[in-house]
């Protein structure tokens, strides 16, 4: 446990950050994981539409800086191609 002021200060900061941060992860990998579902199922109408959410919640991960921005957009480019392709 942290002795000084600055560092029990510290721990706090870091806790409720992480919690910002655990929640953003579970938004990403639950929304991604029933993207793929879609995908795998070819389902491309639903799987569409579902991408806006994807890529809200990616957003908003790049703009709490939890991931960096060309990461966001490398996953809603392959996302977007999966889509594409089973849409054909």
């Known amino acids: 446990m942290p002795i000084t002021t600055s560092a029990k200060k510290a721990l706090r900061g870091s806790l409720s950050k992480r919690k910002v941060n655990s929640r953003l992860k579970s938004n990403i990998l639950d929304n991604t994981k029933k993207l793929r579902k879609l995908i795998a199922e070819k389902k491309g109408k639903e ?3 579902f991408l806006k959410t994807v890529q ?8 709490s ?11 809603k480019s392959r996302l ?3 889509i594409k392709k089973i849409s054909q």
Do not use: C, P
């Open 47 to 49: 799987a569409s539409e």
């Open 56 to 63: 809200k919640a990616l957003d908003k991960a790049v703009k």
């Open 65 to 75: 800086g939890y991931i960096k921005k060309n990461t966001a957009s490398r996953k």
């Open 80 to 82: 977007s191609a999966q």
